[in-house]
């Protein structure tokens, strides 16, 4: 057993007080010397042809410093799928669409411009089902489709309105439900929603005359919009400087670019003067990216004693007018399809469509939420069918060490154990106690799902860390993952202090990241922060060892093996005279008769994804991800049975995360993942007229998770089985927590009530509409 | 012969674009939210006891938001002599000190504020003439010298108005004397003046309340600042984060720490608001730190074939009320004594004085083009008494590799040849050739002056930076060594592109300077920038390419050895098959096979100044620098004997700079510190009333070097004998052009009319009282 001096411990979170004294800095908060302020002409169609745009009364507005058509700006932008312009050239696919952008001295100048500007527009027929989209005649969203650069992963079919068609092929599925007893199938449906970060897209954008480009944005991760933001434009990576502060929030909403190519263009137009945009809450719902809808259709085939046989899954996610990260996430739900079980025989399709809604992006869980809500809920209508414990069949089916995934892998020893999970969480819940159901006229229930996500690292991304000794023998972190309110600085700092045995007060980590100092990260996104950054900052804090050590061994005149590094001295224990405070090293070291050694001392760290990730084209066996975190949700709900309002008394939750770092920032993790979780469940929903207008782009009309809604209770159960290769045995927890919140609290429903929801939200409507044909059938 | 691809090309400086363009951002240009401005109460008395403070007034105006006064703020500062408070506690030392300041919403408020306070003073009896200030009896300056810390190579005199007293004795200059066929004495001075950057000294502050210290400032070392503050202050240096954007100028008066303490103080007053402060210019006049004044007596013993025997030399130096750079600039002189001859017996005094002026500083020369007037001066009048050509007779005692210094340093094979510049500047200036000397009633002249001096790089002071290999191969370069106005980061990437053969567009030098991110540097002064930032960048460079060649060796199977880096690439030379684009390594390397390597490439580089630099305290022998750079300096003028007036036709310089990385940025220091000189050598003067009030404290009435004012020719010889411990032998040269410039002036005055001149500025008013003189002596 390690024994821990920092590791483990509730070390408050670094960025806490600049936080709650409003002093903590964010892109909108940052102004600069000519600055303008960029609004958009939006589409009111949601898909239409553009016959002519007239711009020259917005152009002879006074103060009006550039106006930006599509036209302009034919550069396509994507990490996955390139299939996106910053404007709309030719047509419009979605309400909201920016067509022309004003930058202008203030943003009234720019509002007044934007009023100026005549478009012509010729309506087009729109599609905004996934299933009509995917039917032959339907109307295409994109012509082009062949066109577009994408992943050597994605499966476009152009010519139809699919950016990406995952198979997963394993088994004989057709054997499989003809050796079950019982074969089920289900439909589950879940709309578009928004990531709703506090601090909406805002993003400032210059480009100077020299070819350099500056950016300042809101956005998860700096060196992801420096490369494709100099891949779309054609400028050399080193001419663009990517600057990140804090950031309020990004749920996956802020991963990759999004509208720093137009602030960039917008300022070459004006001259090189910085250009800002700061997405108004409306424009956050529609204009930018949201989180794609999902319909899925799962059938699957069980015997009595339990064990399922098979699975056909069709998952079609609605990715709106563009798919760019839509394609990968169809591909993550697509090799995760079954769930944290082990199943023979799979049938899996899993399609981005397009429609003519907003564009779908990435958002916490990367699909997971979505496709668990189906899983797990199917899970307890299998249950039930079979007549077996839910926890019981679930455990059953585990998907634990050594057993077999979807893809064909067979899991690790030290993978995790959901089962642990399962059984943790089950206990928390009180799984199996023979309650009053029915308090004070408010019926009480009970239900429990599972999950799995890979923390997404494909093979060979990084990251790595920049550990500065300072002159007084205190440290300095830099790394490139961004604090959105995860909290992995404090936890970086940690390592860092446990390696260095250093008081955590001695550590500093940089709170702005910025590409030209900054060492290199992939991204911030998929659970992967601690993982990775807490990868290459140990391997910094070893190499600043191993730097103080070398000078240190020549001053002292001992052998390097001797020495150790703790409580800012690296010394020989037990010899008070082989001592030196690491202050006296860290520009040079200097030898008692004054000759001088070393340099300053900077500790680089490195940490690539090892392992090589591919899953084969036809059938999607091989290797998907190279971790998994595993976990398990409970849910006690009170339903009131003549309304069918439900309240959340208690939600548990364990994960096998292999080592707590800061059990108070996990915990922040946990209870804002079910906090989100309980949002989508209940209340967060896009609702659109029928000509694809969304009607509640607000949030007095879209409602999400308010302190008044969420649980009584949270219970959070650490499972440490640690990860061989992570630090210290730590997996990545950043969205597992948002997973399998939905069907924990349906199945709960259906404990309570008997009332079977196969659609998110559940409103209280739909749990009153659900009695009320309950009643009707007795 | 080494041949270069990129080192000695004129390549544009990369700054260039942006600082016409208008776009390049200084400190005054960065607002924050919430920001407040300052203003000073200052005081109008050259020494005066303060009775009492009262804020009360100011405290009570609205959008007033801070007033400090100094006992809130007892912290000195100091990086040679801590001797200056921020404000002012106790007792005011010089007209303009600040008493009190004032943060407010606006700068209007501030001001008004600042008037509302009211301030009971005692006036004390003041001295201003280093001379007088040195008599028993004087007014002291400073009667707690004794409680101030100071560098150990600093001797001060408590209960007197010395700030340090350095003493060189070499040999016997007694028998010196004896030994000389003829003694000459004479006296120079020099007043005080500005540095006169564009850029006032302008800082803004924040002292957060998580203990977090931000700073933004104009100063030329962020490292120095950080340290300066985080020591004044006992804030460790990991909580104070420095940023220094472009700098319009520093010339030594933003070395050190200025104001950035007052900012920082007044920010915790206002409860974590960024407070700025600009100095207007009257304050930068005043306030805020000066060129020390200088008074020096040298008497000269020689013999008739020109050989010096000894030399007696004293040094006053008008520090002012504050004399921080002023005791090293004091020492520095003093080890240097005697301009760049080889003197046998030597006694030197180098005095630091106290006065009621303002306070002394670093200024570009470091105290070296004060005295070298002295010298120069003092050569050409030795010359002429034994009847030697100036130039013979510099020849005769020249400092060349193999001699003497004065400190009993034997110059090095490769420490550069005063003979040759002196050589070349005589050559250039057409020295000796019989020109008519009457040119339409105005007379010409040709003076020469040589000069040294030693970039100032104490033992084991060090640089370090770090570049990075960007994922499209191209790099960026990351140093904390300043830019403003050398246009040394340019060089550095000359550096990298010759180390990496790489194209100069590739490559990126950061433009801003953050602690927090940066490698350390010591500081940006003293001619230091391109040896050791060029050294730090040439290792960076090294271990980068190291690290690709690791990376590359094991993929393509060939030994690390047979690799070579150049074009992008890293390959076997003539093996097309056995080359990896660097871009394809940049994050990892990736097998054939599928397998990887590696992780993101980020060279790391550091250079020591190795040596020890020692001087006896009694003595002033050993040695004081780790390298010197010489040259010379010529300059012919044309006088208007009605008029006095004098106008510079040409000046000629050469410099021992090793080897040139960038003519044309050595040509812009070269020129720019010419144009320096002769606003010094006729025109730049702080001009008091009795009571120690500055009269010209504006742009009008002070006047600097305008285009009107400079030379109708420059001509520049590089001297190249390279310096084995440089990168590519290149020696600092920063300072270097502005020295020697008076006294290659005043020696061509003399040879075209026949006048002595011992004071600086040469005004055309003293020209014409020495030719009336001369008239009436004949």
Same mark, same amino acid.
């Given at each position: 057993?390690?024994?821990?001096?920092?590791?483990?411990?509730?070390?408050?979170?670094?960025d806490?007080?600049?936080?709650?004294?409003?002093?903590?800095?964010?892109?909108?908060?940052?102004?600069?010397p000519?600055?303008?302020?960029?609004?958009?002409?939006?589409?009111?169609?949601a898909?239409?042809?553009?016959?002519?745009?007239?711009?020259?009364?917005?152009?002879?507005?006074?103060?009006?410093?550039?106006?930006?058509?599509?036209?302009?700006?034919?550069?396509?932008?994507?990490?996955?799928?390139?299939?996106?312009?910053?404007?709309?050239?030719?047509k419009?696919?979605?309400?909201?669409?920016?067509?022309?952008?004003?930058?202008? #001295?203030?943003?009234?100048i720019?509002?007044?411009?934007?009023?100026?500007?005549?478009?012509?527009?010729?309506?087009?027929?729109? *599609?905004?089902?996934?299933?009509?989209?995917?039917?032959?005649?339907?109307?295409?969203?994109?012509?082009?489709?062949?066109?577009?650069?994408?992943?050597?992963?994605? +499966?476009?079919?152009?010519?139809?309105?699919?950016?990406?068609?995952?198979?997963l092929?394993?088994?004989?599925?057709?054997r499989?439900?003809?050796?079950?007893?019982?074969?089920?199938?289900?439909?589950?449906?879940?709309?578009?929603?928004?990531?709703?970060?506090?601090?909406?897209?805002?993003?400032?954008?210059?480009w100077?005359?020299n070819?350099?480009?500056?950016?300042?944005?809101?956005?998860q991760?700096? =060196?992801? *919009?420096?490369?494709?933001?100099?891949?779309?434009?054609? *400028?050399?990576?080193?001419?663009?400087?990517?600057?990140?502060?804090?950031?309020?929030?990004?749920?996956?909403?802020?991963? @990759?670019?999004?509208?720093?190519?137009?602030? %960039?263009?917008?300022?070459?137009?004006?001259?090189?003067?910085?250009v800002?945009l700061?997405?108004?809450?409306?424009?956050? =719902?529609?204009?930018?990216? %949201?989180?794609?809808? =999902?319909?899925?259709?799962?059938?699957?085939?069980?015997?009595?004693?339990?064990?399922?046989?098979?699975?056909?899954?069709?998952?079609?996610?609605d990715?709106?007018?563009?798919?760019?990260?839509? &394609?990968?996430?169809?591909?993550?739900?697509?090799?995760?399809?079954?769930?944290?079980?082990?199943?023979?025989?799979?049938?899996?399709?899993?399609?981005t %469509?397009?429609?003519?809604?907003?564009?779908?992006?990435?958002y916490r869980?990367?699909?997971?939420?979505?496709?668990?809500?189906?899983?797990?809920?199917?899970?307890?209508?299998?249950?039930?069918e079979?007549g077996?414990?839910?926890?019981?069949?679930?455990?059953?089916?585990?998907?634990?060490?050594?057993?077999?995934?979807?893809?064909g892998?067979?899991?690790?020893?030290?993978?995790?154990?959901?089962?642990?999970?399962?059984?943790?969480?089950?206990?928390?819940?009180?799984?199996?106690?023979?309650?009053?159901?029915q308090?004070?006229g408010?019926?009480?229930?009970?239900?429990?799902?599972?999950?799995?996500?890979?923390?997404? /690292?494909?093979?060979?991304?990084?990251?790595?860390?920049?550990?500065?000794?300072?002159?007084?023998?205190?440290?300095?972190?830099?790394?490139?993952?961004?604090? /959105?309110?995860?909290?992995?600085?404090?936890?970086?700092?940690?390592?860092?202090?446990?390696e260095?045995?250093?008081?955590?007060?001695?550590?500093?980590?940089?709170?702005?990241r910025?590409? #030209?100092?900054?060492? +290199?990260?992939?991204?911030?996104?998929?659970?992967?922060?601690l993982?990775?950054e807490?990868?290459?900052?140990?391997?910094?804090?070893?190499?600043?060892?191993?730097?103080?050590k070398?000078?240190?061994?020549?001053?002292?005149?001992?052998?390097?093996?001797?020495?150790?590094?703790?409580?800012?001295?690296?010394?020989?224990?037990?010899?008070?005279?082989?001592?030196?405070?690491?202050?006296?090293?860290?520009?040079?070291?200097?030898?008692?008769?004054?000759?001088g050694? @070393?340099?300053? &001392?900077?500790?680089?760290?490195?940490?690539?994804a090892?392992?090589?990730?591919?899953?084969?084209?036809?059938?999607?066996?091989?290797?998907?991800?190279? /971790?998994?975190?595993?976990?398990?949700?409970?849910?006690?709900?009170? &339903?009131?049975?003549?309304?069918?309002?439900?309240?959340?008394?208690?939600?548990?939750?364990?994960?096998?995360?292999?080592?707590?770092?800061n059990?108070?920032? &996990?915990?922040?993790?946990?209870?804002?993942?079910? %906090?989100?979780g309980?949002?989508?469940?209940?209340?967060?929903e896009?609702?659109?007229d029928?000509?694809?207008?969304?009607?509640?782009?607000?949030?007095?009309?879209?409602?999400?998770?308010?302190?008044?809604?969420?649980?009584?209770?949270?219970?959070?159960?650490?499972?440490?089985?640690?990860?061989?290769?992570?630090?210290?045995?730590?997996?990545?927890? @950043?969205?597992?927590?948002?997973?399998?919140?939905?069907?924990?609290?349906?199945?709960?429903?259906?404990?309570?009530?008997g009332?079977?929801?196969?659609?998110?939200?559940?409103?209280?409507?739909?749990?009153?509409?659900?009695?009320?044909?309950?009643?009707e059938?007795?």
């Amino acid at each position: 057993m390690v024994k821990y001096s920092y590791v483990g411990k509730d070390v408050p979170r670094l960025d806490a007080i600049e936080k709650v004294t409003g002093t903590a800095l964010y892109t909108g908060d940052l102004r600069f010397p000519g600055m303008l302020h960029t609004k958009l002409l939006k589409s009111p169609y949601a898909h239409a042809k553009i016959k002519k745009i007239d711009t020259s009364e917005a152009e002879k507005l006074p103060g009006v410093r550039a106006v930006l058509t599509g036209e302009e700006a034919p550069y396509r932008f994507g990490i996955y799928m390139s299939d996106k312009t910053i404007l709309a050239i030719d047509k419009v696919r979605h309400v909201g669409e920016p067509v022309v952008a004003v930058a202008a #001295d203030t943003e009234e100048i720019a509002e007044q411009a934007v009023e100026l500007i005549k478009v012509e527009y010729e309506e087009l027929p729109a *599609v905004f089902d996934v299933r009509k989209a995917m039917e032959e005649g339907s109307p295409l969203v994109h012509e082009n489709l062949s066109e577009y650069k994408h992943a050597p992963f994605v +499966y476009p079919k152009p010519g139809k309105n699919i950016a990406n068609h995952f198979k997963l092929r394993k088994g004989d599925v057709e054997r499989g439900f003809r050796e079950a007893d019982v074969v089920i199938e289900n439909e589950f449906y879940q709309p578009q929603v928004q990531n709703v970060q506090m601090e909406t897209h805002t993003s400032i954008g210059q480009w100077l005359q020299n070819g350099q480009i500056n950016v300042w944005t809101s956005a998860q991760s700096p =060196f992801a *919009v420096r490369h494709l933001l100099g891949v779309g434009l054609g *400028v050399p990576l080193h001419r663009i400087n990517v600057v990140v502060p804090y950031i309020g929030g990004g749920f996956g909403g802020k991963a @990759g670019l999004h509208w720093e190519p137009l602030v %960039v263009l917008l300022s070459k137009k004006a001259g090189g003067r910085p250009v800002k945009l700061v997405m108004t809450r409306e424009e956050q =719902f529609y204009t930018t990216a %949201v989180r794609q809808g =999902f319909y899925g259709r799962i059938k699957t085939g069980v015997k009595r004693d339990g064990k399922i046989t098979a699975m056909e899954i069709l998952y079609l996610w609605d990715a709106g007018a563009y798919a760019d990260y839509g &394609v990968n996430i169809t591909r993550a739900a697509g090799y995760s399809c079954t769930g944290p079980y082990e199943i023979p025989n799979i049938k899996c399709d899993s399609i981005t %469509v397009y429609t003519n809604h907003p564009y779908g992006t990435a958002y916490r869980g990367f699909g997971h939420p979505e496709f668990h809500f189906a899983t797990e809920r199917q899970m307890d209508l299998v249950a039930r069918e079979i007549g077996m414990d839910p926890v019981e069949f679930r455990l059953k089916n585990a998907a634990v060490p050594g057993r077999i995934t979807a893809t064909g892998e067979k899991l690790r020893e030290d993978a995790g154990r959901v089962d642990e999970c399962i059984k943790a969480v089950a206990e928390a819940i009180g799984w199996g106690k023979k309650e009053p159901k029915q308090v004070g006229g408010k019926l009480r229930g009970r239900g429990i799902a599972a999950l799995w996500k890979a923390p997404a /690292m494909p093979s060979f991304t990084s990251s790595s860390a920049i550990l500065k000794l300072n002159e007084d023998g205190s440290v300095t972190l830099s790394i490139s993952s961004t604090e /959105m309110g995860q909290g992995t600085p404090t936890a970086l700092a940690q390592i860092v202090a446990e390696e260095l045995q250093m008081p955590i007060e001695k550590i500093k980590v940089v709170t702005k990241r910025e590409t #030209d100092f900054g060492p +290199y990260s992939w991204q911030t996104v998929a659970s992967r922060g601690l993982f990775m950054e807490g990868n290459a900052t140990l391997d910094a804090a070893k190499n600043l060892k191993e730097q103080v050590k070398a000078t240190a061994a020549e001053l002292l005149g001992v052998p390097k093996e001797k020495l150790v590094v703790a409580e800012e001295k690296v010394f020989v224990p037990g010899q008070p005279d082989k001592s030196l405070p690491l202050a006296s090293l860290a520009t040079a070291g200097i030898f008692p008769d004054g000759r001088g050694i @070393g340099g300053p &001392v900077l500790g680089y760290g490195m940490y690539t994804a090892e392992g090589l990730t591919n899953l084969d084209p036809e059938t999607g066996q091989g290797l998907p991800a190279l /971790m998994w975190t595993f976990g398990a949700q409970g849910a006690e709900v009170e &339903v009131d049975p003549e309304t069918g309002d439900v309240r959340v008394l208690k939600m548990a939750s364990a994960f096998d995360i292999g080592k707590t770092i800061n059990p108070t920032i &996990v915990k922040g993790q946990i209870y804002g993942g079910i %906090v989100q979780g309980i949002g989508s469940a209940f209340m967060e929903e896009f609702i659109f007229d029928q000509k694809g207008k969304l009607l509640n782009s607000n949030l007095t009309d879209y409602k999400i998770c308010r302190a008044q809604d969420i649980p009584d209770e949270f219970v959070f159960i650490p499972i440490e089985n640690p990860q061989l290769n992570a630090p210290h045995g730590a997996r990545g927890v @950043g969205e597992h927590p948002r997973i399998s919140i939905e069907p924990a609290i349906a199945n709960a429903i259906y404990d309570a009530v008997g009332v079977d929801l196969f659609e998110i939200p559940m409103s209280r409507e739909k749990v009153w509409l659900g009695l009320k044909r309950k009643g009707e059938r007795k």
